[in-house]
């Protein structure tokens, strides 16, 4: 018997792991499968169905889409009570508020089974993704915190500054799906034929007329645009870079001096269309003037942070985050003072993102790095080419370490703030501007014009009580990318988390809870993951960055016996004196006290 051929479309990595692990245990089925969602999905399910494959599967949204757009079988992969369950025991114990935001398949089940768990969480069904947004903003009025959802629920919530919580498919899903796939391919049903809409394009205008989907395959190309193009049969990166899925229907996006085939051309391009939302039309024509300059030692981001992803609800976060968010409301320059790691950047673009300037670009430089010379012309411009202060419409320019200014960019960058501008101010350093004007060598007028306001990033030893939540981030996209389904750090561990320092903060944090995610099999994070995680962190980072000399010790034994040989070793190097010891182990004196019990005496 002929195997049924099955195109597979998984919204996230991990499904799509999942689907083909299992789809070998049947051999009835040959299956393979791309990683797509909505939208994105339509070219592929295209080429398959001209690829004769008998049935394609997919989940939630993406499934109902594609639906409409072939004539082959589509199988939905459901969302179970498991999945949901799964989603609930990892945020029961949050501080956040949640809500449930998906099509109905997801909706109708996360609301049965937090009913049968006596848990008010609040659903917003949604029947397209156009929807999203919409309940997005109904839900956090109503003070939402944590949205749970799809693909298109969590990278919308996203786009909008809040967290988003991925609601997985799990194996019993998808061999329950796999039972259906059989059943339908035995009842093969037909769908609708492609729409077709290149009747409304011009043909004979001068002006380059091209229809393309978002991922820039060509649909459809006048004699002008084939021109530009030749016999391509998509668009060039630097023209598929301007696209953009968050594009309101309506408006156009332009763009000059976009360089195609050795021509810089100019581009205009219009939203989606009714007839074939999926696509976007770019009218080109030729260039005309000299083009930009790009900037090499000025950066210009194209996603940026909003303060409703300062993960944390500790006293000195929230703290931190409302008097940021106050600053943001006037357009003075504002000096971030915090250690390596702390979030320097995030509140920087959090900023800009709530301020006036927030519909203007966000441009950033880190001054220990750049190139004196070039970044003074970036700035400043030169006499041919005038620089970014004097020509910028609006925004926010981040000097990031902004104490490692030379002298002679400061003197300028002073010169140049007393003009006035439309650029608004923020600097960033490890150190305070009253520290700055201490240590000297900085100019006094500078450090008054950048430090209008003043706001310091707690490190994450001040607010140790959002380690769990920083956590339950991490590892919502930990199962995202590889299919996992971890719904918790067990409380021993948390308490083993939260005694240590973290000199590097949160980038330091991610990068051991990842290692321990990495290594659980199960559900939760256990001693052992730990255990494993931190002997390897502690030998291998710490030891190279001058820490603990682990040399003689016997790493034999329980993690315990290991780590009273460590303490005591640190604790003899240095005479005995508890504070350096504590300082150097990363912990406090209190902690090491009551690690080593009867040697020490308070």
């Given at each position: 018997?002929?195997?049924?051929?099955?195109?597979?479309?998984?919204?996230?990595?991990?499904?799509?792991?999942?689907?083909?692990?299992?789809?070998?245990?049947?051999?009835?089925?040959?299956?393979?499968?791309?990683?797509?969602?909505?939208?994105?999905?339509?070219?592929?399910?295209?080429?398959?169905?001209?690829?004769?494959?008998?049935?394609?599967?997919?989940?939630?949204?993406?499934?109902?889409?594609?639906?409409?757009?072939v004539s082959i079988p589509v199988v939905d992969i459901p969302v179970s009570g498991y999945d949901i369950l799964r989603v609930l025991t990892l945020i029961k114990d949050s501080n956040s508020k949640p809500a449930i935001i998906g099509f109905p398949g997801i909706c109708q089940g996360a609301a049965t089974v937090s009913s049968l768990l006596n848990l008010e969480i609040p659903v917003y069904p949604v029947h397209h993704e156009s929807e999203v947004r919409g309940a997005l903003e109904r839900a956090t009025n109503q003070g939402a915190q944590i949205?749970?959802?799809?693909?298109?629920?969590?990278?919308?919530?996203?786009?909008?500054?809040?967290?988003?919580?991925?609601?997985?498919?799990?194996?019993?899903?998808?061999?329950?799906?796999?039972?259906?796939?059989?059943?339908?391919?035995?009842?093969?049903?037909?769908?609708?034929?492609?729409?077709?809409?290149?009747?409304?394009?011009?043909?004979?205008?001068?002006?380059?007329?091209?229809?393309?989907?978002?991922?820039?395959?060509?649909?459809?190309?006048?004699?002008?645009?084939?021109?530009?193009?030749?016999?391509?049969?998509?668009?060039?990166?630097?023209?598929?870079?301007?696209?953009?899925?968050?594009?309101?229907?309506?408006?156009?996006?332009?763009?000059?001096?976009?360089?195609?085939?050795?021509?810089?051309?100019?581009?205009?391009?219009?939203?989606?269309?009714?007839?074939?939302?999926?696509?976007?039309?770019?009218?080109?024509?030729?260039?005309?003037?000299?083009?930009?300059?790009?900037?090499?030692?000025?950066?210009?981001?194209?996603?940026?942070?909003?303060?409703?992803?300062?993960?944390?609800?500790?006293?000195?976060?929230?703290?931190?985050?409302?008097?940021?968010?106050?600053?943001?409301?006037?357009?003075?320059?504002?000096?971030?003072?915090?250690?390596?790691?702390?979030?320097?950047?995030?509140?920087?673009?959090?900023?800009?993102?709530?301020?006036?300037?927030?519909?203007?670009?966000?441009?950033?430089?880190?001054?220990?790095?750049?190139?004196?010379?070039?970044?003074?012309?970036?700035?400043?411009?030169?006499?041919?080419?005038?620089?970014?202060?004097?020509?910028?419409?609006?925004?926010?320019?981040?000097?990031?370490?902004?104490?490692?200014?030379?002298?002679?960019?400061?003197?300028?960058?002073?010169?140049?703030?007393?003009?006035?501008?439309?650029?608004?101010?923020?600097?960033?350093?490890?150190?305070?501007?009253?520290?700055?004007?201490?240590?000297?060598?900085?100019?006094?007028?500078?450090?008054?014009?950048?430090?209008?306001?003043?706001?310091?990033?707690?490190?994450?030893?001040?607010?140790?009580?959002?380690?769990?939540?920083?956590?339950?981030?991490?590892?919502?996209?930990?199962?995202?990318?590889?299919?996992?389904?971890?719904?918790?750090?067990?409380?021993?561990?948390?308490?083993?988390?939260?005694?240590?320092?973290?000199?590097?903060?949160?980038?330091?944090?991610?990068?051991?809870?990842?290692?321990?995610?990495?290594?659980?099999?199960?559900?939760?994070?256990?001693?052992?993951?730990?255990?494993?995680?931190?002997?390897?962190?502690?030998?291998?980072?710490?030891?190279?960055?001058?820490?603990?000399?682990?040399?003689?010790?016997?790493?034999?034994?329980?993690?315990?016996?290991?780590?009273?040989?460590?303490?005591?070793?640190?604790?003899?190097?240095?005479?005995?004196?508890?504070?350096?010891?504590?300082?150097?182990?990363?912990?406090?004196?209190?902690?090491?006290?009551?690690?080593?019990?009867?040697?020490?005496?308070?």
């Open positions: 018997m002929a195997k049924i051929k099955v195109k597979g479309i998984a919204p996230y990595p991990g499904l799509r792991d999942l689907l083909l692990d299992i789809a070998k245990e049947d051999d009835r089925i040959e299956m393979d499968v791309e990683i797509a969602d909505l939208e994105e999905a339509l070219p592929i399910v295209l080429q398959a169905e001209k690829q004769k494959y008998d049935v394609i599967v997919s989940r939630g949204g993406t499934a109902q889409l594609i639906r409409k757009h949205v749970l959802g799809d693909v298109v629920t969590v990278r919308t919530a996203q786009e909008m500054g809040y967290h988003g919580i991925l609601i997985t498919s799990g194996r019993e899903s998808v061999q329950e799906m796999l039972t259906e796939l059989v059943y339908v391919h035995d009842i093969y049903m037909k769908g609708q034929e492609k729409a077709r809409f290149y009747e409304e394009l011009l043909q004979h205008d001068t002006t380059g007329v091209l229809a393309v989907r978002a991922n820039g395959d060509i649909l459809y190309a006048n004699p002008a645009a084939q021109a530009w193009l030749g016999n391509a049969d998509a668009i060039p990166p630097a023209v598929a870079s301007l696209l953009s899925a968050d594009q309101p229907d309506g408006t156009t996006v332009t763009a000059e001096h976009v360089a195609i085939q050795d021509r810089l051309c100019d581009i205009r391009i219009a939203a989606r269309t009714k007839e074939e939302p999926s696509a976007f039309v770019l009218y080109l024509q030729e260039s005309k003037g000299v083009p930009p300059q790009p900037f090499r030692e000025i950066q210009t981001p194209e996603r940026l942070a909003a303060f409703a992803q300062v993960i944390g609800s500790s006293r000195e976060i929230a703290k931190t985050v409302k008097r940021a968010q106050t600053y943001a409301q006037t357009n003075k320059s504002v000096w971030l003072t915090g250690e390596m790691g702390s979030g320097r950047m995030h509140f920087a673009q959090a900023i800009h993102v709530a301020s006036r300037q927030g519909r203007h670009r966000f441009y950033s430089v880190c001054c220990s790095s750049a190139e004196e010379e070039r970044l003074a012309e970036e700035l400043f411009g030169t006499e041919g080419k005038p620089g970014l202060l004097t020509t910028a419409s609006g925004g926010t320019l981040y000097l990031e370490e902004a104490d490692k200014l030379s002298v002679r960019l400061q003197d300028q960058l002073a010169a140049e703030l007393q003009k006035g501008g439309r650029l608004r101010l923020i600097a960033s350093s490890t150190l305070s501007p009253g520290q700055v004007a201490k240590r000297g060598g900085f100019s006094s007028l500078l450090l008054h014009q950048l430090a209008e306001c003043q706001l310091r990033i707690p490190p994450l030893r001040e607010r140790v009580e959002d380690i769990g939540e920083l956590a339950r981030v991490l590892i919502a996209h930990h199962n995202s990318a590889y299919g996992k389904h971890i719904v918790g750090i067990r409380e021993e561990v948390i308490e083993r988390l939260a005694e240590y320092d973290w000199p590097g903060n949160l980038k330091e944090f991610e990068n051991v809870v990842e290692e321990m995610l990495l290594l659980t099999e199960g559900h939760y994070v256990g001693l052992e993951e730990w255990q494993e995680a931190w002997q390897r962190y502690s030998a291998e980072t710490r030891a190279g960055n001058g820490g603990l000399p682990l040399a003689g010790l016997n790493l034999e034994g329980s993690w315990e016996e290991i780590e009273r040989q460590i303490l005591l070793h640190v604790l003899k190097e240095e005479g005995m004196n508890q504070s350096r010891a504590a300082k150097r182990l990363g912990i406090n004196r209190t902690t090491l006290w009551r690690k080593l019990g009867g040697v020490l005496k308070k």
